[in-house]
Every structure is written in C-alpha cells, then in structure tokens.
C-alpha cells in the first residue's frame, strides 16, 4: 500500500508563508510526476503546481510568481514553499503523485489532505 502524507498546513496571516511536504511511502518502484491541488470551500478542485519526473514544473496562474514547489527524490518527498499568501488561497490542500508499483502497473495516489487558512 502507498500512502502520500502532508504536513505543513496551518493559520497565516495575509502575505505571510509557509511550505507544505509530501511524503510517499509504501510498496513502489518509483514515484514519477508530482503534484499539488487545493480545493476551496464551494469550489472545485484545482491543480496548483506539477513537478515532473524531470523536475520540470508548471504552475497555476494564480499562484505564478509566488508558490514554488520542488522534489526531494532520494525522501521520495514533494514540497510546496507559498509565499505572499492571499487570503483565496485558503483551500484544503491535496497532494498527488503518479508512481509504478510491481504487481499494480503505473498507479496514481492522492494524500488526504492539510488545511490552509489564510486570515488576519
């Protein structure tokens, strides 16, 4: 069994950061492409920030200029560094990664989730 767990959510003030992690841990041969979502209240879920197995990335206009998200391949870990927060990027946020177990083929995982609040 694979399992995607974040950490790093939590309340900050408007133009403030923080930097959420991802840790995938289990039973497969490689993670590939990694990949932060949010969902806001009422909203759909929406694709923040991709790192390939390249390590090339794209972002969400949104977000452009302001979340970076990176890979640690060796921890199997993806990180997303949120600078000059907004209080619209309050969401839950999820993580994601493609990965290839032996038994299963290529697989796609999501983590539960960690909470972003962004107020004064």
């Known amino acids: 069994q694979v399992q995607l767990v974040e950490s790093g959510g939590g309340l900050v003030q408007p133009g403030g950061s923080l930097r959420l992690s991802c840790a995938a841990s289990g039973s497969f041969v490689n993670i590939n492409d990694m990949a932060w979502y949010r969902q806001a209240p009422g909203k759909q879920r929406e694709l923040v920030a991709r790192i390939f197995s390249t390590s090339s990335t794209n972002y969400a206009d949104s977000v452009k200029g302001r979340f970076t998200i990176s890979r640690d391949n060796a921890k199997n870990t993806v990180y997303l560094h949120m600078n000059s927060l907004k209080p619209e990027d309050t969401a839950v946020y999820y993580c994601?990664?493609?990965?290839?177990?032996?038994?299963?083929?290529?697989?796609?995982?999501w983590g539960k989730g960690i909470l972003v609040i962004v107020s004064s």
């Open positions: 994601n990664a493609d990965g290839y177990e032996l038994n299963r083929g290529n697989m796609n995982y």
